[in-house]
Each structure stands twice: as structure tokens, then as C-alpha cells.
Nanobody, 114 residues
Framework: QVQLVESGGGTVQPGDSLRLSCAASGFRTNNYWMFWVRQAPGKGFEWVAQISPAGRTDVARSLEGRFTISKDNTKNTVYLQMNSLKSEDTAVYYC????????RGQGTQVTVSS
């Protein structure tokens, strides 16, 4: 049974950093594409980043330089490092398996506010 559990969110000030984690079970992260997507209040889902089974990464152009995706296959966990956070990064962040619209967890709330 596929399960994804996101954690690491919280309320931070502009300029702060957060690292989100996505603990996967029921499959191996080294065999699948993994994604981070987010949903801001009142908006649709937005693709944030992805990582291939081999570890190739891609980040949304608007977030390049601030966000980094990585994974630890030994822990079956995917990470999203977010630096220099802005108010517009406020959203619920989800990790997904296979595709941007794939199975996802319950999400973790990130609020950036002064």
C-alpha cells in the first residue's frame, strides 16, 4: 500500500528556510519519479520540483536558486529544501509519486508571514 507522509512545515518569517520531508512506504523511491507540488489558498496545484529514480532534479524556473529537491533512498525519503522564503510561498506542500497528479500525502502547511 502506497503511503506518503509529508512533514517539516510551519510558520516562518520572510527570508527564513525550511526543509520538508516526505516519508514513503509501500514502494521504493529509487524506482519512481517523485514530485513536490503546492497549493496556495484559493489556487490550483502548482508543480514545484521533481527527482528521477537516478537522482536527476528539476525545479520550477520561478523557484530555481531558492528550492532544492533531494532524496535519501536508504531512508526512502524525499526532501525539499526551501531558502529565502517569501510570502507567496505560503501553501500546502505535497509530495507525489509517478507524476505531478499522482498519489500524494496529506500535505504540510507552510506559512511565510512577518
Amino acid at each position: 500500500q502506497v503511503q506518503l507522509v509529508e512533514s517539516g512545515g510551519g510558520t516562518v518569517q520572510p527570508g527564513d528556510s525550511l526543509r520538508l520531508s516526505c516519508a514513503a512506504s509501500g514502494f521504493r523511491t529509487n524506482n519512481y519519479w517523485m514530485f513536490w507540488v503546492r497549493q496556495a489558498p484559493g489556487k490550483g496545484f502548482e508543480w514545484v520540483a521533481q527527482i528521477s529514480p537516478a537522482g536527476r532534479t528539476d525545479v520550477a524556473r520561478s523557484l530555481e536558486g531558492r528550492f532544492t529537491i533531494s532524496k535519501d533512498n536508504t531512508k526512502n525519503t524525499v526532501y525539499l529544501q526551501m531558502n529565502s522564503l517569501k510570502s507567496e510561498d505560503t501553501a500546502v506542500y505535497y509530495c507525489t509519486k509517478d507524476s505531478r497528479d499522482g498519489p500524494r500525502g496529506q500535505g504540510t502547511q507552510v506559512t511565510v508571514s512577518s
